[in-house]
């Protein structure tokens, strides 16, 4: 199966701050069919999951602008270009490219 | 709007069956695939299932083949998830998902508990 490794574990930031988060796959997410099906998910407390970022680095619609994703192969990061209070809670990184499909283990976004 | 909206989980005893439905609404749903995953109290996502547009494909993590059968019908626009002998350690939050493989939607999940 695809690991998933997300760092850090916690990021503690401050409204305005911008922040990175990783994610780096066991194997690369490049798809046969030319896809990376490397997306992002934030989890708010006590919600479901919404998809930010699908496909490495397209935009969701709705999705405000100072998120960001980038990378490739096997190492991705998702940017947050001024932290606002509503971001905050648990982001995971997921791959649809090999099944059984993977999550990241999360990363907590909390104020500080 | 694109709404998903899960029902039919509960406390259930171990080793008997349940079956989740996801009613969806707000897109045309026989042009989607569809997933489940999971998520454990207090712990992360995991995914459980996929099936593709028109049923014809289907996939599991190993911990749920043999056991769990994703299905759907596009008449109605329902996913289910049929599950058999079920586990403790499939206590969790069920959630539908749209997309086989993007997760670009969620429903608000349901919660399934397995215990004595």
């Known amino acids: 199966d695809v690991v998933l490794t997300q760092t850090p574990p916690t990021l503690s930031a401050t409204i305005g701050q911008s922040v990175s988060i990783s994610c780096r796959s066991s194997?690369?997410?490049?798809?046969?069919?030319?896809?990376?099906?490397l997306h992002w998910l934030l989890q708010r407390p006590g919600q479901s999951p919404q998809l930010l970022i699908y496909?490495?680095?397209r935009l969701e619609s709705g999705v405000p602008n100072r998120f960001s994703g980038s990378g490739s192969g096997t190492d991705f990061t998702l940017k947050i270009s001024g932290v606002e209070a509503e971001d905050l809670g648990v982001y995971y990184c997921?791959?649809?490219?090999?099944?059984?499909?993977?999550f990241g283990a999360g990363t907590k976004l909390e104020l500080k | 709007e694109v709404q998903l909206v899960e029902s039919g989980g509960g406390l259930v005893q171990p080793g008997r069956s349940m079956k989740l439905s996801c009613a969806a609404s707000?897109?045309?749903?026989?042009?989607?695939?569809m997933a489940w995953v999971r998520q454990a109290p207090t712990k992360g996502l995991e995914w459980v299932a996929t099936?593709?547009?028109?049923?014809?494909?289907?996939y599991y993590r190993d911990s749920v083949k043999g056991r769990f059968t994703i299905s759907r019908d596009n008449a109605k626009s329902t996913l289910y998830l049929q599950m058999n002998s079920l586990r403790s350690e499939d206590t969790a939050t069920y959630y539908c998902?749209?997309?086989?493989?993007?997760?670009?939607?969620w429903g608000q999940g349901t919660l399934v508990t397995v215990s004595s």
């Open positions: 496909l490495v680095s």
């Open positions: 194997q690369s997410l490049l798809h046969s069919n030319g896809n990376t099906y």
């Open positions: 707000g897109f045309t749903f026989s042009n989607y695939g």
């Open positions: 998902t749209r997309g086989g493989r993007a997760f670009a939607y």
């Open positions: 099936i593709s547009y028109d049923g014809s494909s289907t």
């Open positions: 997921v791959q649809g490219t090999h099944a059984p499909y993977t």
